[in-house]
């Protein structure tokens, strides 16, 4: 089994910053990436942002590009999505996404988060 822990998402204004960071845990044997995606009240799952972690390769949302920066620490297992100049349209619950092979597993698989509120408004 696996667990993603999400943290960090809250209240801000229009150009605030929010950190979010996301943690696997559990019986893990590599991950191939983490990322984020968010879902906003009657709209799809988007893709944000994610990381590759053998070699630091990142997409970003055309939304977010410039304004969002995705890390990682592959050693923790941990990925950070650090958002500036957040706008009311960036509103939604983020979730953590990781591609990882558990050790009790033959295969990659995806894993999620519970997800986290994101509110930008004034």
């Known amino acids: 089994q696996a667990h993603l822990v999400e943290s960090g998402g809250g209240l801000v204004q229009p150009g605030g910053s929010l950190r979010l960071s996301c943690a696997a845990s559990g019986n893990i044997y590599s991950i191939n990436r983490m990322g984020w995606y968010r879902q906003a009240p009657g709209k799809q799952r988007e893709l944000v942002a994610r990381?590759?972690?053998?070699?630091?390769?990142?997409t970003y949302a055309d939304s977010v590009k410039g304004r969002f920066t995705i890390s990682g620490d592959n050693a923790a297992n941990t990925v950070y999505l650090q958002m500036d100049s957040l706008k009311p349209e960036d509103t939604a619950v983020y979730y953590c996404?990781?591609?990882?092979?558990?050790?009790?597993?033959?295969?990659?698989?995806?894993?999620w988060g519970q997800g986290t509120q994101v509110t930008v408004s004034s």
């Open positions: 990381i590759i972690f053998s070699s630091g390769d990142t």
């Open positions: 996404n990781a591609f990882m092979f558990l050790r009790t597993n033959l295969d990659f698989s995806d894993y």
